[in-house]
Antibody, heavy 118, light 112 residues
Framework: QVQLQESGPGLVKPSETLSLTCAVS?????????WGWIRQPPGRGLEWIGS???????NYNASLRSRVTMSLDTSKNQFSLSLVSVTAADTAVYYC???????????WGQGTLVTVSS | QSALTQPPSASGSPGQSVTISCTGT?????????VAWYQQHPGKAPKVMIY???KRPSGVPDRFSGSKSGNTASLTVSGLQAEDEADYYC????????????FGTGTKVTVL
């Protein structure tokens, strides 16, 4: 059974860096597939942030590309998201996810709310 | 990377059918058969209901079906049940230059 679990601070100050980690169990992140991050502002729709391939190749949403970095930690079987220079507009529930080559998200984390506020 | 267009809301009585559209472009929906549909209940993570336009994952009732014509994909829920009331989002692969993903704007389905 594949499971994903997000972790990280629930409160980040404006202009600082949002850092989240997704711990994966039941599957090795270095074996295959894409691993992604999605966010959902309160009361709004889903927004794709980006993905990291099992080889470490990344792809980011063009609107966030200048502020986003994703990485893999195969020793801990997890992947991470870093978003710099955050503003209130980055307040959202952040989900980590797995995508097979048919490009649907077959496994989601439970989501973690990150609030940007001083 | 523009969001796919969905109607904000749709509704139907129990037992009826409801169809949700998802309109993109030839660079995403129209260009690839990698359209997926997700169901999201309040406070929960989304759940995939359809992938590759019309395939159902194991455990998804056959009341859920998907199709595509040109740049528009559709999700039909037949025999509406109370538990089908939720938000629904489509998604599409956008090719190597727009990889990999764009979501729809979301549709709130209400069971009357």
């Amino acid at each position: 059974q594949v499971q994903l679990q997000e972790s990280g601070p629930g409160l980040v100050k404006p202009s600082e860096t949002l850092s989240l980690t997704c711990a994966v169990s039941g599957y090795s992140v270095s074996s295959d597939y894409y691993w992604g991050w999605i966010r959902q502002p309160p009361g709004r729709g889903l927004e794709w942030i980006g993905s990291i391939y099992h080889s470490g190749i990344t792809n980011y949403n063009a609107s966030l590309r200048s502020r986003v970095t994703m990485s893999l930690d195969t020793s801990k079987n997890q992947f991470s998201l870093s978003l710099v220079s955050v503003t209130a507009a980055d307040t959202a529930v952040y989900y980590c996810a797995r995508l097979p080559y048919t490009y649907e998200i077959d496994y989601w984390g439970q989501g973690t709310l990150v609030t940007v506020s001083s | 990377q523009s969001a796919l267009t969905q109607p904000p809301s749709a509704s139907g009585s129990p037992g009826q059918s409801v169809t949700i559209s998802c309109t993109g472009t030839s660079s995403d929906v129209g260009g690839y058969n990698y359209v997926a549909w997700y169901q999201q209940h309040p406070g929960k993570a989304p759940k995939v209901m359809i992938y590759e336009v019309s395939k159902r994952p194991s455990g998804v009732p056959d009341r859920f079906s998907g199709s595509k014509s040109g740049n528009t994909a559709s999700l039909t829920v037949s025999g509406l049940q109370a538990e089908d009331e939720a938000d629904y989002y489509c998604s599409s692969y956008g090719g190597s230059n727009n990889f990999p993903y764009v979501f729809g704007t979301g549709t709130k389905v209400t069971v009357l």
